[in-house]
Nanobody, 121 residues
Framework: QVQLVESGGGLVQTGGSLRLSCVAS????????MGWHRQAPGKQRELVAG?????????ADSVKGRFTISRDNAKSTVTVGLQMNSLRPEDSGVYYC?????????????WGQGTQVTVSS
């Protein structure tokens, strides 16, 4: 099993910055891609940024040039960071860390508990 613990959310003004962190522990050798998703009230959860085990990143069009995802594969943990700059009110929501875990015949998505990001106008 893989456990994900997120941190770093908070309240920031428009144009400000925040950095989110997600630490994965447990069966980390089975983790493939990881990513950050967000969900605003009344909206579906959407992918913000993803990163493969090799460090290849992809971003939602709305955050390209403003957000940077990173990944650090250590011996017993994997840490995925999300640096968010030039924040806008529409970036507000609950941010969830996700890990795709290889279970042999299929992949299973594991989720963190979420961290709130609020950008005031």
């Amino acid at each position: 099993q893989v456990q994900l613990v997120e941190s770093g959310g908070g309240l920031v003004q428009t144009g400000g910055s925040l950095r989110l962190s997600c630490v994965a522990s447990g069966s980390i050798a089975n983790i493939n891609a990881m990513g950050w998703h967000r969900q605003a009230p009344g909206k579906q959860r959407e992918l913000v940024a993803g990163i493969t085990g090799y460090g290849r990143a992809n971003y939602a069009d709305s955050v390209k040039g403003r957000f940077t995802i990173s990944r650090d594969n250590a011996k017993s943990t994997v840490t995925v960071g999300l640096q968010m700059n030039s924040l806008r009110p529409e970036d507000s929501g609950v941010y969830y860390c996700n890990a795709n875990v290889d279970l042999g015949d299929y992949e299973e998505a594991t989720w963190g508990q979420g961290t709130q990001v609020t950008v005031s106008s």
